[in-house]
């Protein structure tokens, strides 16, 4: 397994200039993430225009990968429904953990970059812990925790 | 050849090309590259003399200990308390029965928080511990707190690293009922100068403990010169095997000290009416112990003095001069903890690269280091840090590890930075 399997160009770029990095402080829906072995914290705030996430963003600290996959999150799931964004969660999570299911990688556009992080299990909950922070948005829960 | 023999009875530096060989997982290639390890503060390697300690003794000698007249039992008793003796002389304890063998320093402290302190604390007593403390030395005390009514004082640092001695010395008063202090800092290598502390709280009467879990594999520990009243620490980070480790204590207090749990071989007789406990150090070990990892402690000790602990920590002093004056030139790399006197960990940031990404970019060119809060929450929050990473040295190391160090930290900056 080669580094650059895990560190692709997108998350690189995505870590070093993370998108929607910002707070909305009129969000509807907010939670915040904690993954308490590597200590990266992230929050993320939600807009909603009917059952549509009309906007995404996030901040906080953390890894390169955790940083990089809640950049390229609000990129995916902005302008989505909320049911949308729940099955791009469940195809993430697959992507992420499961390696005896085909996911469909073109299907997912950018947040394909993140296949390599199932090759490294002590990386898997930096790169969801965003997700699982979105979900937790989404069904109003204050706080989730990767442990 | 071993090492060790190589070695005894000189003066000379250690023959660390030697020593390499005594320990079996140093030969072992990571993703194609050799293994460079350096996460000793975390869990040290074993040499082959405790690996084989413990197979000869499973092969040959296992049975219970202190219960049979049979040979097996015998044989088992002898070489359970011959190391008991071992352990007794490495930290110059007065005598075996302070010597209570437990499953690491986690539980020694957890057992002196239960027997010692939760029946004489109650409501307005004071516990003061350091802001340095790994969460071993935290967490007990707090339930015991929760338990008692007792209150936590918690010494603060200085920006290098260091348990500040005057603000220590004002947070000791009447109410202050035990001191738990780390002997060296496990997230910042910091050496605390603790004789100074042992002098000023037990001048007012106050008991001290010392988490040593990072001290008695880099020094030479005597319990008796330092005066401490208990002393914690683990085999697993001093060449021995994980599950077991020692309390030491003072004789006076642990005679005071009523059972932590109940069980055979801490017993003398037992009936329904009234059970009579056993005596030193025993009262303090129900159940069938780790007989084998006290065997396989008992071999590291062997192992470390026949190597010579002051020979140990020049080595590794030497490693961590070499290791500081290497990192310096890596850019954006910043230490934390930079005390003058420091056993050989190095914490340190990676400017624009999380130590997270670090671990895993140097596990590729088969770099071992910790990164994370190092079981130190508080530590990292005073620092303002979330996590760091860290290289922790043994003798076994040597300076072409550090240099790959050096190499796959600026392979990680390059990449991420």
């Given at each position: 397994?080669?580094?650059?399997?895990?560190?692709?160009?997108?998350?690189?770029?995505?870590?070093?200039?993370?998108?929607?990095f910002?707070?909305?402080?009129?969000?509807?829906?907010?939670?915040?993430?904690?993954?308490?072995?590597?200590?990266?914290?992230?929050?993320?705030?939600?807009?909603?225009?009917?059952?549509?996430?009309?906007?995404?963003?996030?901040?906080?600290?953390?890894?390169?990968?955790?940083?990089?996959?809640?950049?390229?999150?609000?990129?995916?799931?902005?302008?989505?429904?909320?049911?949308?964004?729940?099955?791009?969660?469940?195809?993430?999570?697959?992507?992420?953990?499961?390696?005896?299911?085909?996911?469909?990688?073109?299907?997912?556009?950018?947040?394909?970059?993140?296949?390599?992080?199932?090759?490294?299990?002590?990386?898997?909950?930096?790169?969801?812990?965003?997700?699982?922070?979105?979900?937790?948005?989404?069904?109003?829960?204050?706080?989730?925790?990767?442990? | 050849?071993?090492?060790?023999?190589?070695?005894?009875?000189?003066?000379?530096?250690?023959?660390?090309?030697?020593?390499?060989?005594?320990?079996?997982?140093?030969?072992?290639?990571?993703?194609?590259?050799?293994?460079?390890?350096l996460?000793?503060?975390?869990?040290?390697?074993?040499?082959?003399?405790?690996?084989?300690a413990?197979?000869?003794?499973?092969?040959?000698?296992?049975?219970?200990?202190?219960?049979?007249?049979?040979?097996?039992?015998?044989?088992?008793?002898?070489?359970?308390?011959?190391?008991?003796?071992?352990?007794?002389?490495?930290?110059?304890?007065?005598?075996?029965?302070?010597?209570?063998?437990?499953?690491?320093?986690?539980?020694?402290?957890?057992?002196?928080?239960?027997?010692?302190?939760?029946p004489?604390?109650?409501?307005?007593?004071?516990?003061?511990i350091?802001?340095?403390?790994?969460?071993?030395?935290?967490?007990?005390?707090?339930?015991?707190?929760?338990?008692?009514?007792?209150?936590?004082?918690?010494?603060?640092?200085?920006?290098?690293g260091?348990?500040?001695?005057?603000?220590?010395?004002?947070?000791?008063?009447?109410?202050?009922?035990?001191?738990?202090?780390?002997?060296?800092?496990?997230?910042?290598?910091?050496?605390?100068?603790?004789?100074?502390f042992?002098?000023?709280?037990?001048?007012?009467?106050?008991?001290?403990?010392?988490?040593?879990?990072?001290?008695?594999?880099?020094?030479?520990?005597?319990?008796?010169?330092?005066?401490?009243?208990?002393y914690?620490?683990?085999?697993?980070?001093?060449c021995?095997?994980?599950?077991?480790?020692?309390?030491?204590g003072?004789?006076?207090?642990?005679?005071a000290?009523?059972?932590?749990?109940?069980?055979?071989?801490?017993?003398?007789?037992?009936?329904?009416?009234?059970t009579?406990?056993?005596?030193?150090?025993?009262?303090?070990?129900?159940?069938?112990?780790?007989?084998?990892?006290?065997?396989?402690?008992?071999?590291?000790?062997?192992?470390?003095?026949?190597?010579?602990?002051?020979?140990?920590?020049?080595?590794?002093?030497?490693?961590?001069?070499?290791?500081?004056?290497?990192?310096?030139?890596?850019?954006?790399?910043?230490?934390?903890?930079?005390?003058?006197?420091k056993?050989?960990?190095?914490?340190?940031?990676?400017?624009?690269?999380?130590?997270?990404?670090?671990?895993?970019?140097?596990?590729?060119?088969?770099?071992?280091?910790?990164?994370?809060?190092h079981?130190?929450?508080?530590?990292?929050?005073?620092?303002?840090?979330?996590?760091?990473?860290?290289?922790?040295?043994?003798?076994?190391?040597?300076?072409?590890?550090?240099?790959?160090?050096?190499?796959?930290?600026?392979?990680?900056?390059?990449?991420?930075?």
């Amino acid at each position: 397994m080669d580094l650059k399997d895990l560190y692709r160009d997108v998350i690189v770029d995505h870590n070093r200039h993370p998108r929607n990095f910002r707070e909305i402080p009129d969000a509807d829906r907010r939670a915040d993430g904690f993954n308490p072995l590597c200590g990266d914290k992230l929050t993320v705030f939600v807009k909603l225009d009917g059952g549509r996430i009309s906007d995404v963003a996030f901040n906080g600290s953390g890894c390169a990968i955790s940083i990089a996959s809640a950049s390229l999150l609000t990129e995916s799931v902005k302008g989505r429904t909320i049911a949308e964004a729940e099955g791009l969660f469940s195809q993430m999570h697959q992507l992420l953990t499961r390696d005896d299911v085909e996911v469909d990688v073109s299907s997912l556009g950018k947040l394909g970059a993140l296949s390599g992080v199932r090759e490294f299990p002590a990386r898997v909950k930096c790169a969801s812990l965003c997700w699982h922070t979105l979900d937790a948005a989404l069904h109003q829960q204050q706080q989730v925790s990767t442990e | 050849m071993n090492a060790v023999h190589a070695v005894a009875g000189s003066s000379a530096a250690l023959d660390v090309a030697a020593i390499r060989r005594d320990f079996p997982v140093l030969e072992r290639t990571v993703r194609g590259l050799p293994l460079s390890y350096l996460d000793n503060a975390a869990s040290s390697q074993r040499p082959r003399a405790v690996i084989d300690a413990m197979s000869r003794y499973y092969e040959t000698s296992h049975a219970n200990v202190h219960r049979g007249v049979h040979t097996l039992s015998q044989e088992a008793t002898d070489l359970f308390e011959g190391a008991r003796e071992k352990v007794r002389r490495f930290i110059n304890a007065k005598s075996t029965t302070e010597i209570i063998f437990v499953r690491g320093t986690t539980e020694a402290i957890n057992l002196v928080a239960q027997s010692y302190g939760r029946p004489t604390l109650g409501p307005g007593d004071e516990i003061l511990i350091s802001w340095l403390e790994h969460h071993a030395n935290i967490v007990p005390w707090q339930m015991l707190c929760q338990q008692t009514g007792a209150t936590l004082q918690v010494a603060p640092i200085t920006r290098s690293g260091e348990v500040d001695f005057d603000a220590f010395a004002a947070l000791l008063s009447p109410r202050t009922k035990l001191v738990a202090l780390a002997h060296v800092s496990n997230a910042l290598g910091t050496i605390i100068p603790v004789s100074r502390f042992i002098a000023a709280a037990r001048t007012r009467g106050v008991p001290v403990l010392l988490d040593g879990a990072q001290a008695v594999p880099h020094m030479t520990v005597d319990v008796q010169a330092l005066n401490c009243d208990f002393y914690a620490f683990s085999g697993h980070k001093m060449c021995g095997p994980t599950g077991i480790g020692v309390l030491y204590g003072r004789e006076s207090l642990l005679s005071a000290m009523p059972p932590w749990q109940g069980g055979g071989d801490m017993i003398l007789a037992v009936s329904f009416e009234k059970t009579v406990y056993n005596g030193l150090p025993y009262k303090f070990e129900a159940g069938t112990p780790d007989i084998a990892g006290a065997i396989g402690l008992g071999a590291a000790i062997d192992y470390l003095e026949a190597l010579g602990m002051e020979r140990i920590a020049a080595a590794e002093h030497a490693l961590l001069d070499y290791a500081n004056e290497r990192l310096a030139t890596v850019p954006g790399l910043r230490f934390v903890g930079t005390a003058p006197d420091k056993a050989a960990v190095v914490s340190f940031t990676l400017d624009r690269v999380h130590p997270h990404d670090l671990g895993t970019i140097l596990d590729h060119e088969g770099v071992a280091i910790r990164t994370g809060h190092h079981c130190a929450m508080p530590v990292m929050d005073f620092f303002g840090l979330p996590a760091t990473a860290r290289a922790s040295f043994a003798f076994y190391n040597t300076p072409a590890e550090i240099e790959r160090l050096v190499a796959a930290l600026l392979t990680a900056r390059e990449m991420l930075g």
